[in-house]
């Protein structure tokens, strides 16, 4: 929509292609795709299918770069041989990271917010039923929603029962990847449309949500998840001019040290544009990976960061000339 939105008064074709499309809608996509008369397609991993096939491809956009494998990347490189490919992240993997900072991959920067956005506060702690409930009392009180993620299929009817026993007065849907689609789709299109008041759902809400009025987030054992990954789902509230709220809450009374770096980093990035340092901070945790291999975070420390880091430049420097 916003793309549509943007390109109106340009004379170019925009198309979608998602598994949520009917078979029919998909087939003349494709073929147009073939035809060459589509000038832009936007579009899910289903891309990256077999039977899609370009006519005259030239251009790549890949937004939310850390969600694709090495694999899928190469497939679309592959498309042609030479093509522009512009990769879009607010927390680039380690390895795509360590890359542009190595100088392989070009990098550029956008700090600065949209106008009248505002810090999200964020929480950590074990599990409380008090203040979890304090935080969707007050969000539900200012007529706002809430994201309550429960990443356990088996049981997130179990959670979602809990939370209409306490909080009675509110609306409260269910969203997750193993759904019927259609189920899915009118699950998100009610809670776009303020039909519902908490929903109970997995990571599917990781990417693409944009909803000014849900700026309460609570995550359940956010331990388990990696601090990019944490970060992409903060960054679901806060989408508008009002005050956001992130509870993060774990079981462990005591965490790993892994854990808890990743989760005091989440916490003291905290403001506007803290995607980059946030990177940096999965780097340092996770290392870098293989450059030309399929691991996208890995062990440089192995060897040290500093000779890691010159041997890789000999070799860039070598290329280069």
Same mark, same amino acid.
């Given at each position: 929509?916003?793309? $549509? $939105?943007?390109?109106? @008064?340009?004379? !170019?074709?925009?198309?979608?292609?998602?598994?949520?499309?009917?078979?029919?809608?998909?087939?003349?996509?494709?073929?147009?795709?073939?035809? #060459?008369?589509v000038? =832009?397609?936007? #579009?899910?991993?289903?891309?990256?299918?077999?039977?899609?096939? =370009?006519?005259?491809?030239?251009?790549?956009?890949?937004?939310?770069?850390q969600?694709f494998?090495?694999?899928?990347?190469?497939?679309?490189?592959? &498309?042609?041989?030479?093509?522009?490919?512009?990769?879009?992240?607010?927390? *680039?993997?380690?390895?795509?990271?360590?890359?542009?900072?190595? #100088?392989?991959?070009?990098?550029?920067?956008? @700090?600065?917010?949209?106008?009248?956005r %505002? @810090?999200?506060?964020?929480?950590i702690?074990k599990?409380?039923?008090?203040?979890?409930?304090?935080?969707?009392?007050r969000?539900?009180?200012?007529?706002?929603?809430?994201?309550?993620?429960?990443?356990?299929?088996?049981?997130?009817?179990? %959670?979602?029962?809990?939370?209409?026993k306490?909080? *009675?007065?509110?609306?409260?849907?269910?969203?997750?990847? /193993?759904?019927?689609?259609?189920?899915?789709?009118?699950?998100? @299109?009610d809670?776009?449309?303020?039909?519902?008041?908490?929903? !109970?759902?997995?990571?599917?809400?990781?990417?693409?949500?944009? &909803?000014?009025?849900?700026?309460?987030?609570?995550?359940?054992?956010?331990?388990r998840?990696?601090?990019?990954?944490?970060? /992409?789902?903060?960054?679901?509230?806060?989408?508008?001019?009002? /005050?956001?709220?992130?509870?993060?809450?774990?079981?462990?009374?005591?965490?790993?040290?892994?854990?808890y770096?990743?989760?005091?980093a989440?916490?003291?990035?905290s403001?506007?544009?803290?995607? =980059?340092?946030?990177?940096?901070?999965?780097?340092e945790?996770?290392?870098?990976?293989?450059?030309?291999?399929?691991e996208?975070?890995?062990?440089?420390?192995?060897?040290?960061? !500093? &000779?890691?880091t010159?041997?890789l430049?000999?070799? !860039?420097?070598?290329?280069?000339?």
């Amino acid at each position: 929509m916003n793309f $549509t $939105t943007r390109m109106k @008064n340009l004379p !170019v074709k925009i198309e979608k292609l998602s598994r949520f499309y009917n078979k029919k809608k998909q087939a003349d996509v494709l073929l147009e795709l073939k035809a #060459g008369t589509v000038d =832009f397609v936007i #579009g899910t991993h289903r891309l990256l299918s077999a039977d899609v096939v =370009f006519k005259n491809l030239d251009l790549i956009i890949i937004d939310e770069e850390q969600r694709f494998g090495v694999k899928q990347k190469e497939k679309f490189k592959s &498309l042609r041989e030479r093509i522009n490919v512009l990769t879009l992240s607010a927390t *680039p993997i380690p390895r795509t990271l360590f890359m542009a900072l190595s #100088g392989i991959r070009d990098i550029s920067e956008i @700090n600065t917010p949209p106008v009248g956005r %505002k @810090n999200i506060e964020t929480k950590i702690c074990k599990n409380d039923s008090e203040i979890e409930s304090e935080y969707i009392g007050r969000e539900l009180l200012r007529k706002g929603q809430i994201y309550y993620l429960h990443n356990q299929v088996q049981t997130i009817e179990a %959670k979602a029962s809990q939370l209409i026993k306490l909080h *009675p007065d509110a609306k409260i849907g269910i969203a997750h990847g /193993q759904m019927d689609e259609r189920r899915l789709a009118k699950t998100m @299109n009610d809670f776009a449309s303020d039909k519902i008041d908490i929903l !109970v759902c997995s990571t599917i809400i990781e990417n693409g949500l944009d &909803l000014a009025n849900v700026n309460t987030l609570i995550v359940e054992e956010a331990d388990r998840f990696g601090l990019a990954q944490l970060y /992409q789902i903060r960054g679901r509230i806060g989408r508008s001019a009002r /005050q956001a709220h992130c509870l993060l809450l774990h079981k462990e009374s005591k965490l790993s040290a892994d854990a808890y770096k990743r989760l005091n980093a989440l916490a003291e990035n905290s403001f506007l544009g803290a995607g =980059f340092n946030i990177a940096l901070s999965d780097l340092e945790i996770r290392g870098g990976g293989n450059i030309l291999g399929k691991e996208q975070h890995g062990t440089m420390e192995a060897i040290g960061l !500093v &000779l890691y880091t010159k041997l890789l430049k000999q070799a !860039v420097d070598k290329l280069k000339k």
